[in-house]
């Protein structure tokens, strides 16, 4: 199983960029998907996730401004990212929670990471 994130780049404050992670190879289900992100010197953290159902969360520094969402037929997830900030500014990482079989018990898997730049 891999993730494949795509998306991000340099961007002016108050701008937007979208994120997307597709999921391939040996997938039964999906469980949760979310986003992380980790900034130069701190340490990673959660910035939205969303449950297979829908069901969504924020942290409470981008609720407002990001939006999740997911296509379980795509095995894909997106962060449409709006309002950025100067302090955005991460590696952004995708995640999600995979069974291969229905036998199996979720697994966790990371993409890649992307790098979102918000300049002031």
């Known amino acids: 199983v891999q993730l494949q994130a795509s998306g991000g780049g340099l961007v002016q404050a108050g701008g937007s960029l979208g994120l997307s992670c597709a999921a391939s190879?040996?997938?039964?289900?999906?469980?949760?998907m979310g986003w992380y992100r980790q900034a130069p010197g701190k340490q990673r953290e959660l910035v939205a996730a969303?449950?297979?159902?829908?069901?969504?969360m924020y942290a409470d520094s981008v609720k407002g401004r990001f939006t999740i969402s997911r296509d379980n037929a795509k095995n894909t997830v997106y962060l449409q990212m709006n309002g950025l900030k100067p302090e955005d500014t991460a590696v952004y990482y995708c995640?999600?929670?995979?069974?291969?079989?229905?036998?199996?018990?979720?697994?966790?898997?990371w993409g890649q990471g992307t790098q979102v730049t918000v300049s002031s």
């Open positions: 969303i449950t297979s159902g829908g069901s969504t």
């Open positions: 190879g040996n997938i039964y289900s999906i469980n949760r």
């Open positions: 995640n999600a929670g995979i069974r291969g079989s229905m036998f199996d018990i979720p697994r966790e898997y």
